[in-house]
């Protein structure tokens, strides 16, 4: 147990350092640097990530595992789509209206693995979840435009990464396979679908062709850092899902939004108000309490699956004593009657 909770820490530190450090690579390389294309920048995150998973299999630092080729390729369009559908959910929208997308992905995963894998959840954790949310809420939320193709697309958004990430802790257990491998098997096909749709989506949010773009060399320093920092990122990614549960991946990655809103004002002088700051502590509170109740229910679920086997040792013990003692007073009394 205690090398699993290590490797469980590993993995939530290395998602918040990446995702934070690739947020701050990309705001720059977007905001200050002019490089508006989200979507085909993903796909050559993909596309990296499956290069350098590649070279480490024939280094021999992972085995390649093969996973049925329908599976695969279905896991890996449906995340290529939920990418898709988020970054036209936030083209679409307004920024408040995308964060209300993201904060309504938890609910819907809990409502989907309550559902279909029959998964329960205590009123302490949707307590804890509650108090997340509203943090985040507070912390993050600036405005609130709806229209109709927005709101579409949002739902789609939802529907698609949520579905997205519980399957890719379902295979994960189902198949026997370790994130690396199946981010190995997957990437490609996730690579693919935005590599052909990342131009004509972008195309459509910033009425910019990402062809036509002239690249300065600082630009493609801060492209190359940003798919590097990506393999990270979406390593970690499927790491902390398979390791714990989608509904604790998408806490993780509140944290990591109340990291960006510090790191912003910090380093990139963002407008910050008394808002943020109670927010943040709201959505801390949250997290510490979602932290413990977790910590607390798995104790209690390993304490009551070593009980039985504790009863039947000590119910055993007894009963085969008492065997044992008859089955040698026969011997006794046979020898006795001999002599």
């Not at 690739?22 to 508006?36: D, Q």
């Not at 399957?167 to 257990?173: A, E, G, Y």
Request: charged share 10%; net charge positive.
């Amino acid at each position: 147990m205690s090398s699993f909770q290590l490797g469980v820490m590993g993995a939530l530190f290395l998602s918040v350092a990446s995702s934070v450090s690739i947020v701050i690579c990309n705001k720059a390389l977007m905001s200050n640097l002019g490089f508006p294309f989200a979507t085909t920048l993903t796909s050559w995150h993909l596309m990296v990530t499956y290069c350098t998973l590649h070279v480490a299999q024939r280094l021999n630092f992972f085995e390649a595992k093969s996973i049925d080729m329908k599976t695969v390729m279905l896991f890996g369009i449906l995340n290529g789509i939920s990418i898709g559908f988020l970054n036209l959910s936030l083209g679409f929208n307004s920024i408040g209206f995308y964060q209300m997308t993201k904060l309504a992905i938890i609910p819907f995963t809990v409502l989907l693995e309550t559902i279909f894998l029959k998964k329960q959840f205590s009123k302490k954790i949707k307590l804890s979840l509650f108090l997340l949310l509203v943090g985040v809420g507070i912390a993050s939320i600036t405005d609130l435009q709806l229209n109709f193709v927005g709101t579409i697309l949002s739902l789609l958004a939802i529907i698609t990464t949520c579905v997205g990430q519980i399957l890719t802790n379902t295979i994960q257990k189902k198949l026997n396979v370790s994130s690396t491998q199946l981010l190995y098997h997957s990437a490609p096909f996730q690579a693919a679908i935005l590599f052909v749709s990342g131009p004509l989506v972008d195309q459509l949010l910033t009425n910019q062709s990402v062809f036509s773009y002239k690249y300065s060399p600082v630009v493609l320093a801060f492209i190359i850092l940003s798919c590097l920092i990506a393999v990270s990122v979406n390593f970690s990614t499927f790491l902390v899902i398979g390791k714990t549960s989608p509904v604790t991946y998408q806490v993780l990655g509140h944290l990591k939004t109340c990291l960006v809103l510090a790191f912003g004002y910090t380093l990139l002088h963002d407008p910050f108000h008394e808002r943020n700051i109670i927010g943040i502590l709201i959505a801390i509170l949250g997290m510490g309490l979602y932290s413990h109740f977790c910590t607390q229910e798995n104790k209690k679920k390993h304490l009551d699956l070593s009980l039985p086997s504790q009863v039947k040792d000590k119910d055993n013990s007894p009963l085969l004593a008492h065997e044992d003692k008859e089955s040698h007073e026969p011997k006794k009394l046979s020898k006795g009657s001999l002599a």
